[in-house]
Structure formats: structure tokens, C-alpha cells
């Protein structure tokens, strides 16, 4: 038990930075991000600025280090209405079945006829863009996966003994799924989550890329790459760096969901 | 023609091994009929597999396999491939698995024709049929039918058609009539025999109902734990059992008892050394 | 099959009206045009916006089913023709880098396997894990960075010529191909442990044709159902390739269409990538079926 709790400990260490660092952006950054010094335009590296500067002389490092902020907290933002909505929608419809579970199949019905990036891509498209479209946008491709999963997980358990018993004599329905189906689904539906979101981080920059999500003069690693595009031959450390940036941090993520899931479940894989 | 000498198998995993067969002795005359009988566990699969020389990656043996004179752990498996099929023919338990579902009855004997001789899919699929019909199975129908679409028990018989359909000088059988029902268990067994008598093929049969392997064998091992315990000519095993183990078999069919039952009540001993107690009659000594 | 694609005729068509944003007015914001009551009345009128939701609906599909999609706001041209020859384009990357994805996956795939390579799955471990966390566009700019820029081998951007798609088909495979090597090389090891193996192996059956009827046939059906998932993520994610490499496909048109929130280029499009996701999941039904005689017995669901 020890020995598998090495690797948790670590990538939860790595987790926990990253989410420091987005957290004291704004302190932790050398240089104000927004702060354009159009003398100092696309210089390389020095003691003031780390990374260098950017198109308009802005500071690399720090919109580097405020663009943690905004995929993070989107990203978090996302798991976590994605969380709730899922689980009450998924506990409905597998609990009581009617409504709510007509709802949610034809829900996934429409989901499933057309690819997950193209149908965020869309929605952005049709409500504009911005930081707040492209979070609704993701939730509502990403939500429904997760409430069918749960809704078959409640299903199962409606099935079980225990449940039956607890119905039979006459246990009041809000106090079967609080103490039977809850505790169970929630913490893997929270891994599965946590897994996921490596992939949520990597559809904002996506969507940022192509200009639908983060608008100027926010900072964002996607878009930070999108306006790199002009200067590849002659800054490319303007290309590289929000891409080492976004790869790191999925494949944090994606090792953080691993060992977790190593942890509490090794069968499961 | 087949002799086993002083064989052990080894199932190797990631970090450790486990012996499945430890010490045997025993020989396949020519045009004879050897049964095995043993409880599942004994260690007569992985005998038959041996003999084959199936998954090797992962088995390590001791003593030696001696066909026609030639060892077999010694060939390589290029050489076993041609074999297999060929010389030695294999037929296992389980029919259901044994067929590939996505594959139709006649390319399972094209292949197998193909793989040992130059032959045109058209004459092979045409010696599939004479052979299907040799079985008195209806080959019009077959060639062109999934596995799936066919019951167990004609499964068995197509794969008693299929191990046959080379010539072979040994037929093995590894169960062949478990997983079916008694009717069909008793047409498979007048297949084999009939088909013994026609060709003088020698064979191997493996079973853990000692009334298949009393119907057929000429020989009879008794296996128990990976451990041969008497080895003779069937009417002496049958008579005059000498190994406790024998006899307590003997009396559970005579009873109609559970063999799996015996199998672990049974406390005998089996680390004896093999001694020949009578000319071609081999028994464990116990203590 | 064909209920779904009229499901996707819904989505198209209701989902850009569910959402609570007027598209004429939005149109005249975005484009910084005058707001007077007679210039958005003549746009309805002309799209039809002032009748009612489902009549509207009803004449869309009629001509949609004739691959009219209407419109544009923008240049007052019809969507569809526009729509079309830009998608021949998405479609021609997407599909080079499916066959890109196929070629190399399914070499190095049967290749470990036959092998026998530990070597090569750790090293695709490995793969799955770095591709799966790189942002494709990120990709597309180091290879264009390192192969273009520095050795001067492949031309920068555009489309057009051979060596114009070499690079962006190969960035669009990219991203897939360590998945569908790890997909291959365990469903074929999953496969080759199957008795059926066994036994062909026990009737001397030579190698080569075990591993081409028995366990090249055996993974078909698996690899077809995610090949169809896969040329669905191909046309999303050529919609950002194209971004990266200038070309001039339909992911470029879509964006420059929503920026104008001119949503009839949106309903047509939703449709036509709908319909192409429904029938290649039915492609791969039947070709599973045609593989697999067991999965014959559910077909007829047209």
C-alpha cells in the first residue's frame, strides 16, 4: 500500500503547484501581463523578462503564468458544474427512470451523432465567444457522457440487495440514494473526472486557437500560440513555450488521474 | 511409436513455475489405443499440449518426447509445424472454442490442407467434402456453414473429420466427448472407434470418465496430480486394479459416484517409486 | 440509419435556435451595421424568420434534402455551394491522414506483435501518453518549425500541391497513431490467446495464415467501430490543422462564419458533418457484419 502511494504523492504534489501557481498569479508574476511596451517588442531572454517578450512587448513569463489561471479555473470550473449537473441528472434518471431519463438518453442521443469538438465548436460559434461561452460550451458537450455513466451505475445499484431491502422496509427514498447510491457513485464519477481533465484543458486552448474562446488581451497558452503564428521563424520561443505549457499540464493531469485511480482501484483500468 | 520418458512440465509465469507434470512414463505402440485417466487438475491437458509442443514460450520440460524414434522438444518449431496436423493430429475439448466464429467450416480444412501440402482451394475444399462425407456428415451443408450455426456435438465430429483429414500416425483426443450429452457422447466414441478399426491409427485418449477410456483403450495410465499411478494393458487396470487410487476409481463409476468428489476426498499416497509388478504393468508402491 | 440522420436534421436546425440570442440582431451587431426596424424585418423576410418555428423547419429540410442550405448573411450567396467545395478539401486532408493513421499504426502494430517487441510497447506507451497531452496546432507549428523553417524540406503552408498536404495530414494522423498501434497490438494479443488459435496452431496451420484470417479478421470489427469514431475527430480536429496551415477548408469557413454569426453556414454544416458521423458508424456496422456472421442477426435497422 505504501509503495503505490509514492507515485499519488508525488503527481499530487506537481497538481497542487500548479494550482498554487495559478491561484498567486498575479503575485507571482515579474511582470504586469497586460503591460505592452511596444520599444521592447519581441525581445529574448533577460533578467526582466524570463521568456522574453511578445509582439506587443509584453512579458512572456507572466502571461505564461496568468494563462494558468484562466485554463485551470476553467478547467476546475467545468469539472465541477460538470460534477453536479451530471450527478443530479444521472441519479435521476437512473433512480426514477420517467422524465428525467427520456431527457437524458435523447440527450446523449443528439451527442453522439456529431464529434465533441465540432459540437462546442458550434455552440461557441452561435453564442460568440469569450471566456463565459466557450465554459458553457464545454459543459454541455461534456455533462451528458458523464450522467449516462452514472445513470447506469445507479441502475445497477437500484438492482442490488441492500437497496431492494432499504425499499422494502420502507426507507424514504432521499435516504437511500444519500446513504446507498451516493457514497458509491460519487468519488468514480470524480476520478473519472479528474481524469478527463487533461482533455478539458486541451479543448480551451483548442477553441482559443481559433479565436473562440479567450478574447484579446487576456492571457491564454492557445492563443498566446495563435499569435506566435507571424513571428515562427523569427521568435519561435514565442510558438514553443504556451505548448510545452499546455503539454506539461495535461500530462500532469493525465498521470494524476492515472495513479490515482492506481490507488483506489487497481482492477480498474 | 510415441514414448514419454520421465517427463516433467513446467508452466512458467512472470517470476515463478509450477510443475503440472512430474515424472511420467508411458508409450503409444503402434495401431494401439492409450487412454489417460485422471480428475481435472491432473495434468492430461498439459500432457496432450507436450506432445504437441503447444505454447512453448512459456514451458519448460525435462525428460523427453520420443516420435518415431526423434525427440520432439528437440525440433524447432518450424519443424513441429509440419508436424502437427500431419503426423500428429490434435482433438481438443470445448468444440464451441476450438472453431474460429468468423471463419466458415470448409476454409478450417482448406487451411489445414493448404498449410501441409500444395493444393488448389478448389481440391481442397473437394477433399474437404470426401472427407466430411467419410464421417456420414452432410458436406453440401457444411463447407458454406458457420461454427455457430451448428451444435456441439457436430462440432466434435467435424473437428474428429478435420484432425484426420491429413492421415495422421497419432490422434490425440483431449476430452472429446465432455460438454456433450450422453447420446452424442456415445455416436463420437463409436466415430472413433470405427474410424481406429478402419485405419489402424495409434491414439491417445484422454478423459476423466474412465467408462470412455474403458469403452477404447488397449493401455491405460491413471493419473493423479501430475503423477502417472499404474500403467498396463486395460483388462488387467480394469480387472485387477493395483493402486488404491485405481481401485477407489473403479468403485465410484461401479456407483456412479462424483469423480470430482473423489478426486479430493482421496488421501492416498502417490510419491511411490514405479515399480513393474507383472510384465507391462506398472504401479505406484505405497506406504 | 436513417431516423438518425433525421435526428441530426433536428439538431441542426433547432439547436442553433434554442439558443437565446436573436441571429438577425446578433448579425447586425457583430457586423456594425445600422439597427433600424426595416433593414432586420427585410432579412427576416427574407430568410423566412418571420414564420413559424416549425414551418420554418419543414422548409429548410425540404431544401436541404435538395442540398440547399439557404443563404448566407453575409454574401448573399448560397450556403451549400460554398459549404461543399470548401468540405472537399477538410475531407481530402482528413482522409489522408486516415490513411496515414492506417499505413503506419497498423505496420508497426503487426509488426510488434509478430516480434514479439516489448521494446515496442513501452515505446508507444510512451507515445499515447505525449500525443494524447500536445495540442495538435502546437504540433503542426513545431514540425512546420523543424521540418520547414529549419531543413527546408517540406513548403511552408498552403494547399494545394503534394507536398503542401504531406505536413498537415501527417500533424492530423499524429495525434492517432500511437492509439491505434496500442489498439492493434493488444487486440491482436487478445486475440492469439483465443483456443481457436490454438487449435489451428495444433493442425500445423502455417503462421502466416493465422495471422491473417484468424487474428487480422478477428480485430477487425473493433478496429472498424473506432475508425468511424476516429474520422469523426479527424474532421473536428482538420477544422484546427487548417487554422495552422492556411488552408482553405470548411473548419477556416466555419470560423470566419461564426465570427459573422452567420448561422446558415452553421445549420449546414452541422448537417453534413452529422450525416457523414452517421454514415460512417454505419459503414462499420455493416463491414463488421460482413466480417462478423455473428453480428449479421441484428442487421436491418436501416
Not at chain 2, 503402434?30 to 481435472?40: A, H, N
Not at chain 2, 463409436?190 to 478399426?197: I, S
Amino acid at each position: 500500500m505504501m509503495k503505490k502511494s509514492v507515485p499519488l504523492i508525488i503527481s499530487s504534489m506537481i497538481v497542487l503547484l500548479l494550482v498554487s501557481t495559478a491561484v498567486f498569479a498575479p503575485w507571482l508574476a515579474p511582470n504586469d501581463p497586460y503591460a505592452t511596451n511596444m520599444a521592447m517588442k519581441l525581445q529574448g531572454m533577460s533578467a526582466a523578462y524570463p521568456f522574453g517578450t511578445d509582439h506587443l512587448g509584453r512579458c512572456v513569463l507572466s502571461r505564461l503564468i496568468m494563462g494558468a489561471r484562466v485554463s485551470l479555473f476553467t478547467a476546475l470550473g467545468v469539472l465541477a458544474v460538470t460534477l453536479v449537473l451530471s450527478m443530479v441528472v444521472g441519479v435521476a434518471a437512473g433512480y426514477l427512470g420517467g422524465i428525467a431519463d427520456l431527457v437524458l438518453m435523447r440527450a446523449c442521443d443528439i451527442l453522439m451523432a456529431i464529434p465533441h469538438f465540432i459540437f462546442a465548436l458550434v455552440i461557441v460559434g452561435a453564442l460568440g465567444g469569450g471566456v463565459w461561452n466557450m465554459f458553457i460550451a464545454i459543459i454541455i458537450v461534456s455533462w451528458v457522457g458523464y450522467a449516462r455513466i452514472i445513470r447506469n451505475m445507479v441502475r445497477g445499484l437500484k438492482e442490488s440487495t441492500y437497496v431492494q431491502y432499504a425499499k422494502m422496509t420502507g426507507v424514504p427514498t432521499v435516504k437511500i440514494v444519500k446513504r446507498h447510491i451516493l457514497p458509491f457513485v460519487f468519488p468514480q464519477i470524480l476520478l473519472l473526472l479528474l481524469i478527463g481533465t487533461g482533455s478539458t484543458v486541451l479543448l480551451i486552448s483548442e477553441l482559443s486557437f481559433l479565436g473562440l474562446g479567450v478574447t484579446a488581451p487576456m492571457p491564454e497558452w492557445g492563443m498566446m500560440i495563435s499569435e506566435s503564428k507571424m513571428y515562427l521563424s523569427s521568435n519561435p520561443m514565442l510558438m514553443f513555450v504556451p505548448g510545452a505549457m499546455i503539454s506539461l499540464t495535461v500530462l500532469i493531469f493525465d498521470w494524476f488521474g492515472d495513479t490515482l485511480r492506481d490507488a483506489i482501484d487497481p482492477k480498474m483500468k | 511409436m510415441l514414448e514419454i520418458r520421465d517427463l516433467s512440465v513446467f508452466i512458467q509465469t512472470d517470476n515463478s513455475e509450477k510443475e503440472v507434470v512430474s515424472h511420467v512414463n508411458f508409450t503409444v505402440p503402434q495401431g494401439k489405443i492409450v487412454g489417460i485417466v485422471g480428475e481435472s487438475g491432473s495434468g492430461k491437458s498439459m500432457l496432450c499440449n507436450a506432445i504437441m509442443q503447444l505454447f512453448r514460450q512459456n514451458r519448460r520440460y525435462t525428460g523427453d518426447i520420443i516420435y518415431k524414434g526423434t525427440s520432439l522438444l528437440a525440433k524447432s518449431e518450424r519443424e513441429m509445424r509440419h508436424l502437427r496436423g500431419k503426423e500428429i493430429s490434435l482433438i481438443m475439448q470445448n468444440p464451441m472454442a476450438m472453431f474460429n466464429p468468423i471463419v466458415k467450416i470448409g476454409d478450417h480444412f482448406v487451411e489445414t490442407l493448404q498449410s501441409h501440402e500444395r493444393i488448389s482451394k478448389h481440391h481442397a475444399r473437394k477433399r474437404a467434402a470426401e472427407q466430411l462425407a467419410r464421417f456420414q456428415l452432410p458436406e453440401d451443408e457444411l463447407l458454406d456453414r458457420y461454427p455457430h450455426e451448428l451444435s456441439g456435438g457436430m462440432l466434435q465430429r467435424i473437428m474428429i473429420a478435420l484432425a484426420a483429414c491429413m492421415q495422421p500416425n497419432l490422434l490425440i483426443a483431449d476430452e472429446p466427448t465432455t460438454a456433450l450429452d450422453t447420446m452424442t457422447q456415445m455416436d463420437i466414441l463409436d466415430e472413433l472407434l470405427h474410424f481406429h478399426q478402419k485405419t489402424k491409427t495409434s491414439m491417445l485418449i484422454v478423459s476423466h470418465d474412465l467408462g470412455v477410456i474403458a469403452k477404447m483403450a488397449d493401455f491405460i495410465a491413471v493419473m493423479r496430480r501430475g503423477v502417472v499411478v499404474e500403467y498396463g494393458p486395460a483388462e488387467w487396470v480394469l480387472a485387477q486394479p493395483a493402486h488404491s487410487y485405481t481401485q477407489a476409481l473403479l468403485a465410484a463409476r461401479d456407483e456412479h459416484g462424483d469423480l470430482e468428489k473423489l478426486a479430493d476426498s482421496w488421501e492416498g499416497t502417490t510419491i511411490g517409486p514405479l515399480y513393474e509388478y507383472k510384465p507391462g504393468c506398472w504401479v505406484r508402491e505405497e506406504g | 440509419m436513417l431516423a438518425a440522420i433525421w435526428g441530426v436534421t433536428l439538431v441542426s436546425f433547432f439547436l442553433i435556435r434554442l439558443i437565446p440570442v436573436d441571429p438577425v440582431e446578433a448579425y447586425f451587431a457583430i457586423n456594425n451595421l445600422p439597427v433600424t426596424e426595416e433593414a432586420i424585418e427585410e432579412i427576416r423576410e427574407e430568410q423566412g424568420l418571420n414564420k413559424p418555428l416549425l414551418f420554418q423547419y419543414g422548409l429548410w429540410l425540404m431544401n436541404a434534402v435538395q442540398l440547399d442550405f439557404g443563404q448566407s448573411f453575409l454574401t448573399k450567396t448560397p450556403v451549400a455551394e460554398e459549404l461543399l467545395s470548401r468540405f472537399s478539401v477538410t475531407l481530402g486532408l482528413a482522409a489522408a491522414a486516415f490513411f496515414i493513421v492506417i499505413a503506419i499504426s497498423g505496420i508497426i502494430g503487426i509488426w510488434s506483435v509478430v516480434k514479439q517487441g516489448g521494446l515496442v510497447d513501452r515505446f508507444t506507451r510512451a507515445l499515447v501518453f505525449a500525443t494524447a497531452s500536445m495540442p495538435s496546432f502546437w504540433l503542426g507549428f513545431v514540425l512546420v518549425y523543424v521540418v520547414s523553417l529549419k531543413w527546408g524540406i517540406l513548403p511552408l503552408m498552403g494547399w494545394g500541391t503534394i507536398e503542401q498536404s504531406v505536413l498537415p495530414a501527417f500533424t492530423l494522423a499524429l495525434g492517432y497513431i500511437p492509439y491505434y498501434i496500442r489498439l492493434i497490438r493488444t487486440s491482436m494479443l487478445e486475440e492469439i490467446e483465443k483456443p481457436h488459435i490454438a487449435f489451428a496452431r495444433a493442425r500445423g496451420v502455417k503462421e502466416s495464415i493465422i495471422i491473417r484470417r484468424h487474428v487480422l479478421k478477428g480485430i477487425l470489427p473493433a478496429l472498424f467501430t473506432s475508425l468511424a469514431m476516429t474520422c469523426g475527430g479527424l474532421l473536428g480536429g482538420a477544422a484546427i490543422i487548417e487554422a495552422v496551415f492556411a488552408i482553405p477548408g470548411v473548419g477556416r469557413y466555419l470560423v470566419e462564419s461564426m465570427a459573422a454569426r452567420d448561422y446558415a453556414v452553421l445549420q449546414g454544416f452541422i448537417l453534413i458533418i452529422g450525416t457523414l458521423y452517421v454514415i460512417f458508424n454505419f459503414l462499420a456496422d455493416l463491414l463488421c457484419a460482413i466480417v462478423d456472421p455473428r453480428a449479421r442477426l441484428k442487421r436491418g435497422d436501416i
